[in-house]
C-alpha cells in the first residue's frame, strides 16, 4: 500500500541548533515533493518545491533533500530560533495524480 | 490583498442535515482542492477542481459534494451521509501543476 510516514514524535531541540526532519514515502513516484508549514488551528504555508530531478533545494535557513532510491526527503532549518516551533507536512505530487497527498506531519519545538 | 477565504470559522451540524462550507479566492488561481484534518493526522483529499465547471473526487469523497461555477469560488457541502464529519476542513487553491498551495484559514465542523 501506499505510506507517506513523517516521525509521529515530536522534535524538541535547542535554539541555534540545526532541526532536521525526515519524509519517507512507499509505493509512490512522485513528480516533485513540498514542504508546508501549520500553525495550530491554522492552514498549511508553502515553503518549498523540489523536482524528482533535483538533489537540492535551498531558501533563507531552509534546505531540503530528494532521494528517490532512498525515497526520502529530508527537510533542514539551520540556526533554529523558538518561532520555528510548528508542525510540519511533507506533500508529494504522484505521477499521473493531479493533487497533492500529505503526510501527518512532525511537531518541532525549539527551545530557547 | 490577495487570499483564500473560508467561511465560517466553526460551524455546527445536528445529525442529518446537510451543511455548506464557503471557500473564495482572489488570487486568480485555476486550481481549487478540499481536505480534511483529523487530530493528529496528515490532510486527506475530498475534491479539487482544475478549471470551472469540472471538478473530481478525491480519496474521501463519499458523504461530500462540492461546485465550481465560478473560478473564484468552490463550496463544500457535507451532507447527511457523511457519517463522521466533525473535522478540520481546509481549502486551498494554486496556480497549477509545480506550484505550492495557497491554504485558508480553514472550517472546524462539529456535529452536535
Known amino acids: 500500500s501506499q505510506k507517506i510516514e513523517q516521525n509521529s514524535e515530536a522534535l524538541n531541540i535547542q535554539e541555534g541548533k540545526t532541526a532536521t526532519l525526515t519524509c519517507n514515502y512507499t509505493?509512490?513516484?512522485?513528480?516533485?515533493l513540498q514542504w508546508y508549514r501549520q500553525d495550530p488551528g491554522r492552514g498549511p504555508v508553502f515553503l518549498l518545491l523540489?523536482?524528482?530531478?533535483?538533489k537540492e533545494k535551498r531558501k533563507e535557513r531552509l534546505k531540503v533533500t530528494f532521494d528517490t532510491t532512498l525515497k526520502q526527503s529530508l527537510f533542514h532549518i539551520t540556526a533554529s530560533q523558538p518561532a520555528d516551533s510548528a508542525t510540519y507536512l511533507c506533500?508529494?505530487?504522484?505521477?499521473?495524480?493531479?493533487?497533492?497527498?500529505f503526510g501527518s506531519g512532525t511537531r518541532l519545538q525549539v527551545q530557547p | 490583498d490577495g487570499g483564500i477565504t473560508q467561511s465560517p470559522k466553526y460551524l455546527f451540524r445536528k445529525e442529518g442535515q446537510n451543511v455548506t462550507l464557503s471557500c473564495e479566492q482572489n488570487l486568480n488561481h485555476d486550481a481549487m482542492y478540499w481536505y480534511r484534518q483529523d487530530p493528529g493526522q496528515g490532510l486527506r483529499l475530498i475534491y479539487y477542481s482544475q478549471i470551472v465547471n469540472d471538478f473530481q473526487k478525491g480519496d474521501i469523497a463519499e458523504g461530500y459534494s462540492v461546485s465550481r461555477e465560478k473560478k473564484e469560488s468552490f463550496p463544500l457541502t457535507v451532507t447527511s451521509a457523511q457519517k463522521n464529519p466533525t473535522a478540520f476542513y481546509l481549502c486551498?487553491?494554486?496556480?497549477?501543476?509545480?506550484?505550492?498551495?495557497?491554504f485558508g484559514s480553514g472550517t472546524r465542523l462539529t456535529v452536535v
Open positions: 486551498a487553491s494554486s496556480i497549477g501543476q509545480n506550484y505550492g498551495y495557497t
Open positions: 523540489i523536482r524528482e530531478n533535483e
Open positions: 509505493n509512490y513516484s512522485p513528480a516533485y
Open positions: 506533500a508529494l505530487m504522484d505521477t499521473g495524480r493531479r493533487a497533492l497527498t
